[in-house]
């Protein structure tokens, strides 16, 4: 049957009868009446001929859909109720169609075959190739939208002629109660007032009211839109639960909100600034409310005034744009010291451990907690890579020091010594893929994070006690508040409070940017302690032939935008380098932002700095990279410098044309 099947699917006979019916005419034209009928006979035989050949092709083609559909369902497609179809897979033409797949998608049944393409368009046939049985995709026909299924067979004829079943399943109601069930699920808002407490400090309750009553309405004239229920939780705090369907609007004007908030300032002229924590696609309320707890608590630990979205999958993130406020409380450190304190004294041992390439500030601040374990008389491990880091120096003194001789040791041997009632703290960093041992990180239970970098998605969790601050300048400065509280200054070794101020230079640039009355009154204990800025300063010398190299790759850097200078290296340089060249840029004037690219094996490497109104960190962000406003970097693995350049000047682009 399929060889006779196959010989019938490329004929395009009625070609033929255009012409003898030319023939025909012309025969009559030229008087020639004889050959004129006789011609029209022939015409007439033929076409007779072909309609039986087409009514016997249709039943070959219905016995064949028969077979296919009893072999795949079990049951007459010939007969089906649902729409089926015969089709060529070579070129998508429609062999056969049951009457509903005709009512379906109007294929009318003419000697020209239409493709299958045309009556649903979009669809592709592929798939029956490669032996799916179901299109991954909806299609729609005269209005009505269709899920398709089918089975693809070889034809026995020469050419061994693909053909395909299709079947239509009508699922347009289904499929309109599908959509607006998702565009009606709940996402649950958190708003929260970022700086309420230094929004009214020193108030009259008169001026408190005035300040909460301007809140409201600027809240509740952004939400009327949204046809959902605000409520007011806490004297800093709202609850908006709408439906997703509205969640567009919200994301397409960018949360407007968080600007038409800072219309709002207290008599001394501070404006008001929000957070957004928005939570959706949870099963049930409870859910939802706990992403948007999540979401807000992300916002606010990458310095506020900005929309965070948690999904069942991932974190989106809105906003952020602006310089981080400080707005910090010594109550927390002062608590966290005491956590801390109370956590180390229950270990067996302790290990600390910062971000891979450790920097001054990563060592410093591992210093700082190892005081602490000194204070409580807890062996401790600095976990750090002796052959990959940038305060080798700074290294050399530490191990000279007899209480330190033997404190720097590898992941692979911290493993070995690691038990169940090891703790682990994480200094200046909060990303798992960033530390110097991600093994270790995951091997040990009781993890504590201290690091001032603004939060990524993919940060360090669960973790025990966290003391995490955005607004502060470096990791060493909020070590060092720990041992405010923590320590007597009896406690603290001079090359401990060396070590400490050092990051504090590194991070501020000598306490140039990102700086705080905290962080001179940090600076101030250190320096109480016998921490000397002149020899911290030699530790942040270059050699002559380093000096050389950074002025090299600031000659090659560029500029873009008439205020960001770029260089791209085509060869590589130590992290030191180009972070000391991106730093040297932003002394030039008219340049608020720089980045420095160069090749480290098979990964390309960013440091970027910001004295402007660019957000380096929001820019490094969808190339993998974190840090802060003014300081980010990134690593960016099997690319070259020239396409990482091109993603950075696209993520440049849509941050200065959000």
Known sequence: MNKRLGKVLHTHIWIYFVLLACFAVAALFAEQFILAAVESIVTAIALAAVLLQRRQQRKELQKFLSRISQEQTGRDGADSPFPVAVIRLSDGGVLYANEAFVKATGYDDTMVQRSIQELLPGIQTDWLISGKTEYPYDVTAQGRRYRVYGSAARGDDPGNTFLGVLYLADLTELYQVRDEYVRSRPVVSIIMIDNYEELTKNLTEGAISTLNARINEAITQWTEGYHGLLRRLSKNRYLFIFEKRDLGVATENKFSLLEDIHQITNPSGQAASISFGLGLDGATFEECYNFASLSVEMALSRGGDQAVIKDRYNFSFYGGRTKETEHRSKVRSRVTANSLMELIGQSSRVFVMGHKNADMDAVGAAMGICCLCRKKEKPFHIVLDLEKNAASGLIEEIRAVPAYKDAFISGQEAMLLADNHSILVVVDTNRPDQVESKPLLEAISKVCVVDHHRRAADYISPVVVNLHEPYASSAAELTTELLQYAVEKADVLPIEAKALLAGLFLDTKSFH??????????????????????????????????????????????????????????????????????????????????????????????????IGKANVQVILEPLGGGGNAATAGAQVRYSTVKEVLDQLVTSIDRFYEA
């Open 513 to 610: 940017v990102r700086t705080g009355e905290r962080t001179f009154e940090a600076a101030a204990y250190l320096r109480q302690l016998g921490a000397e800025p002149v020899e911290v300063k030699k530790l942040l010398q270059n050699d002559f032939q380093d000096t050389i190299a950074k002025y090299q790759i600031i000659k090659s850097s560029r500029l873009y935008r008439q205020e960001i200078a770029i260089a791209a290296l085509n060869s590589a340089t130590s992290r030191v380098l180009a972070a000391q060249a991106a730093d040297e840029l932003l002394n030039i004037s008219g340049i608020s932002t720089s980045f420095v690219l160069y090749p480290d094996g098979d990964q390309v490497i960013i440091s970027a700095r910001s």
